[in-house]
T-cell receptor
Framework: GAVVSQHPSRVICKSGTSVKIECRSLDFQATTMFWYRQFPKQSLMLMATSNEGSKATYEQGVEKDKFLINHASLTLSTLTVTSAHPEDSSFYIC???????????FGPGTRLTVL | QKEVEQNSGPLSVPEGAIASLNCTYSDRGSQSFFWYRQYSGKSPELIMFIYSNGDKEDGRFTAQLNKASQYVSLLIRDSQPSDSATYLCAGPTQGGSEKLVFGKGTKLTVNP
């Protein structure tokens, strides 16, 4: 199997607070994890690529100081949205890739609402 | 910027019919392609991947890759209402890259 979990599934927070989202590969070791954001009726937009034990690689236009990524182990990556604002409200989805495979397996996503 | 283009649809087919979803890509060096299904409000789910020219069949799904023409398609036979979803085509951002670029998706509705 290739099961990826995310926590929390839904979060509502006040503007200015920080929110941490966890992504775990449950039955495999993920050499690489990816973080995406999806706004309503739009496609997935890659935010960053996360490799265990090294700094994340951010896509152009994504602020690394605002979206902090930590990939502490081969089964866990976290995304922290710092000083969240209403425009950060979105569906955040992680995916994980097994070593030697090209497929990405997605977590169930986290719906963030910033008031 | 490597691109993956999909007909955004929407595509509507009657139950039992064949649904045909198409995708073109700009990077001739791309080797692998993926089809994901995304139900409304949910995250994408991998349906199929294809690396070689030709057809790959898995149950009611057939993926087709034509590298010369740079297109990849997904056929769904005996379409069911439960197949109603948005289908995303994805390919590597550049040949050999682990990052994927996604098309905008085609929304499929299967009418009972």
């Amino acid at each position: 199997g290739a099961v990826v979990s995310q926590h929390p599934s839904r979060v509502i927070c006040k503007s200015g607070t920080s929110v941490k989202i966890e992504c775990r590969s449950l039955d495999f070791q993920a050499t690489t994890m990816f973080w995406y954001r999806q706004f309503p009726k739009q496609s997935l937009m890659l935010m960053a690529t996360s490799n265990e034990g090294s700094k994340a690689t951010y896509e152009q236009g994504v602020e690394k100081d605002k979206f902090l990524i930590n990939h502490a182990s081969l089964t866990l990556s976290t995304l922290t949205v710092t000083s969240a604002h209403p425009e950060d409200s979105s569906f955040y989805i992680c995916s994980a890739r097994k070593s030697g495979y090209n497929e990405q397996f997605f977590g169930p996503g986290t719906r963030l609402t910033v008031l | 910027q490597k691109e993956v283009e999909q007909n955004s649809g929407p595509l509507s087919v009657p139950e039992g019919a064949i649904a045909s979803l198409n995708c073109t890509y700009s990077d001739r060096g791309s080797q692998s392609f993926f089809w994901y299904r995304q139900y409304s409000g949910k995250s994408p789910e991998l349906i199929m991947f294809i690396y070689s020219n030709g057809d790959k069949e898995d149950g009611r799904f057939t993926a087709q890759l034509n590298k010369a023409s740079q297109y990849v398609s997904l056929l769904i036979r005996d379409s069911q209402p439960s197949d109603s979803a948005t289908y995303l085509c994805a390919g590597p951002t550049q040949g050999g890259s682990e990052k994927l670029v996604f098309g905008k998706g085609t929304k499929l509705t299967v009418n009972p």
